[in-house]
């Protein structure tokens, strides 16, 4: 499985960006896809998931609210919306086989073990 992601860049605090995540590959042995990112001198952290099943999907604390996980089958393309930027969101971006971190939705909270292939990420950059 490959990932080639896009729509990085940087923006004002408040802002939004829309990243792209380009999957190739066949997904069928996996249960999740998710996004993480890594911010200079910190851990990488997973940010969002979403199950392959059924679309269910999973936040971050930090972000929930704000970020929004998709995934549209016919192009297989994930995407992550994001909203209301703070600059501590500055970050490299990467999507991924699987997940990382603790994670949220309505159903609670769930540890995801980590991911097992990303692609190379894209630069977000939150500053005015």
């Known amino acids: 499985l490959q990932f080639v992601e896009s729509g990085g860049g940087l923006v004002q605090p408040g802002g939004s960006l829309r990243l792209s995540c380009a999957v190739s590959?066949?997904?069928?042995?996996?249960?999740?896809l998710g996004w993480s990112r890594q911010a200079p001198g910190k851990e990488r952290e997973g940010v969002s998931c979403i199950r392959l099943e059924d679309g269910r999907t999973y936040y971050q604390e930090s972000v929930k609210g704000r970020f929004t996980i998709s995934r549209d089958n016919e192009k297989n393309t994930m995407y992550l919306q994001m909203n209301t930027l703070k600059p501590e969101d500055t970050a490299i971006y990467y999507c991924?086989?699987?997940?990382?971190?603790?994670?949220?939705?309505?159903?609670?909270?769930?540890?995801?073990?980590?991911?097992?292939?990303w692609g190379p990420g894209t630069q977000v950059t939150v500053s005015s």
């Open positions: 590959g066949s997904t069928s042995e996996y249960v999740h």
């Open positions: 991924a086989a699987e997940c990382l971190g603790d994670l949220s939705n309505s159903d609670g909270l769930y540890h995801f073990p980590g991911e097992r292939s």
